[in-house]
């Protein structure tokens, strides 16, 4: 606390002004950094059509609550069916025994097996590649590589028997069983990619939450849109990856509608736990430490007041508009209180909020308000009254509130100082 007196500036003011003095007492600081934050929920995944087909049941609509596990949708698609028959129907030849195309050798025969092995896999790749999600991306690309990798072993060992038998050390029993067997390895692969894309007709709800219909723009999110592309080079289908479909526009969802490639069906939220996203200046990062408290605002309900915690603290830079560096911290959304004391309502994820982050409180230090502290350069004065006459004196500062700061040395308790109006005052004027 600081009492506060309006005395006129008796010499030296010419200006005019009236400098308030002010005590300096012992009090509390709270330190805040105030940043701009958007609403997030939990978990967010858009469930998408992994082949072309139609919308035979839709079981929600926007705004319906789901457990994990729920039927949301079915698509039917006579074409990822016939390509799985065709998948079978592959795999079983070649577990049968694939015939030589009579005059090529063995050796030619598994170089070219090779040749359409490695355009197959890189085609897999570069489709994979392009989906979006993150971590159905990796699935993807791991499953392609697990593949790539079977093959890899059992073409070593085909070309080993073709060697053998080369050299009268083996017999063409083996070799063929060698090829033989690497071909079932891409048959068997094209096989469980399109069981996949069937499975994926029944769109399922990933963990519990809050249905829209539709999502937003982008390509495939699902690995199960691979049915296809692993190579094979007796079933003589055709590899690649459903091409992006649009977003799926809420209002052409229903029963009968039909749907392209990876069209978003329905997307699911999970708002368990809503978490606040704020970018913050590198100079405030430091003093931010995970479990710190802080206080939210919405844009859309300005007269309540959230709790909040801070849940993690990034690590990696950000450059904002206006060139400076940021970095992003997330805070765990706590109850809301009106003015009148009443719960407020859940905001919804994608709402604007300012957060203010409290990241230094001290009780029982110095303070002087923020209007008595002078900068110059790298130095911080503040005008102290001794003998009736300004004296400017440097301090140094501790946590930094709003309305007060904390005076870690440069000023004693009980000293008489300048608190309004400090920019005006002279050194030597008197102050009475």
């Known amino acids: 606390m600081l009492t506060t007196a309006l005395l006129g500036a008796c010499s030296g003011g010419g200006d005019g002004e009236r400098p308030r003095l002010g005590t300096v007492e012992r009090g509390p600081v709270a330190e805040v950094v105030e940043a701009p934050a958007t609403l997030t929920a939990r978990a967010n995944v858009t469930l998408r059509s992994p082949a072309e087909g139609t919308i035979t049941l839709l079981r929600v609509r926007d705004g319906d609550r789901v457990d994990k596990g729920d039927v949301l949708a079915r698509i039917d698609s006579p074409a990822a069916r016939e390509q799985l028959?065709?998948?079978?129907?592959?795999?079983?030849?070649?577990?049968?025994?694939?015939?030589?195309?009579?005059?090529?050798?063995?050796?030619?025969?598994?170089?070219?097996?090779?040749?359409?092995?490695?355009?197959?896999?890189?085609?897999?790749?570069?489709?994979?590649?392009?989906i979006p999600d993150p971590k159905d991306r990796a699935k993807a690309l791991a499953e392609i590589a697990e593949a790539e990798g079977d093959y890899a072993t059992v073409a070593g060992a085909a070309r080993l028997a073709v060697t053998r038998l080369n050299t009268g050390l083996g017999g063409l029993t083996s070799a063929l069983s060698a090829l033989?067997?690497?071909?079932?390895?891409?048959?068997?692969?094209?096989?469980?990619?399109?069981?996949?894309?069937?499975?994926?007709?029944?769109l399922r709800a990933?963990?519990?939450?809050?249905?829209?219909?539709?999502?937003?723009?982008?390509?495939?999110?699902s690995s199960s849109a691979l049915a296809g592309l692993m190579p094979s080079s007796l079933s003589g289908l055709t590899g690649g990856l459903s091409l992006p479909g649009a977003a799926g526009d809420p209002s052409s969802i229903a029963t009968g509608v039909p749907v392209e490639p990876g069209a978003a069906?329905?997307?699911?939220?999970?708002?368990?736990?809503?978490?606040?996203?704020?970018?913050?200046?590198?100079?405030?990062?430091?003093?931010?430490?995970?479990?710190?408290?802080?206080?939210?605002?919405?844009?859309?309900?300005?007269?309540?007041?959230?709790g909040a915690e801070v849940h993690s603290v990034g690590v990696t830079?950000?450059?904002?508009?206006?060139?400076?560096?940021?970095?992003?911290?997330?805070?765990?959304?706590?109850?809301?209180?009106?003015p009148d004391g009443s719960a407020a309502p859940d905001p919804r994820p994608g709402m604007s909020a300012i957060v203010r982050l409290t990241v230094r409180e001290v009780e029982n230090v110095l303070v002087v308000p923020t209007s008595a502290v002078v900068s110059s350069g790298q130095d911080s004065t503040v005008w102290v009254v001794e003998n009736g006459r300004a004296v400017r004196r440097t301090v140094v500062l501790g946590a930094e509130g709003e309305a007060s700061v904390e005076v870690r040395s440069g000023l004693a308790e009980g000293d008489r100082i300048v608190v309004g109006s400090a920019d005006s005052v002279r050194p030597g004027q008197e102050l009475g």
């Open 206 to 221: 990933p963990f519990a939450g809050v249905v829209s219909l539709g999502g937003p723009a982008g390509g495939n999110g």
């Open 317 to 338: 830079p950000s450059e904002n508009s206006g060139g400076g560096v940021t970095y992003r911290v997330q805070l765990t959304l706590g109850d809301g209180v009106l």
């Open 265 to 306: 069906v329905v997307t699911v939220t999970d708002v368990s736990q809503l978490r606040l996203s704020a970018d913050i200046d590198e100079s405030d990062i430091l003093k931010i430490k995970r479990g710190g408290e802080a206080e939210a605002a919405f844009d859309a309900l300005p007269e309540a007041s959230y």
């Open 85 to 130: 028959d065709q998948a079978r129907e592959a795999d079983r030849r070649a577990d049968l025994g694939a015939a030589l195309p009579p005059g090529p050798s063995l050796g030619s025969f598994g170089a070219r097996s090779d040749r359409i092995a490695r355009r197959g896999f890189a085609k897999a790749r570069q489709a994979a590649r392009k």
């Open 180 to 202: 033989g067997a690497s071909s079932r390895v891409q048959t068997g692969a094209a096989v469980r990619a399109a069981e996949r894309t069937v499975d994926g007709l029944v």
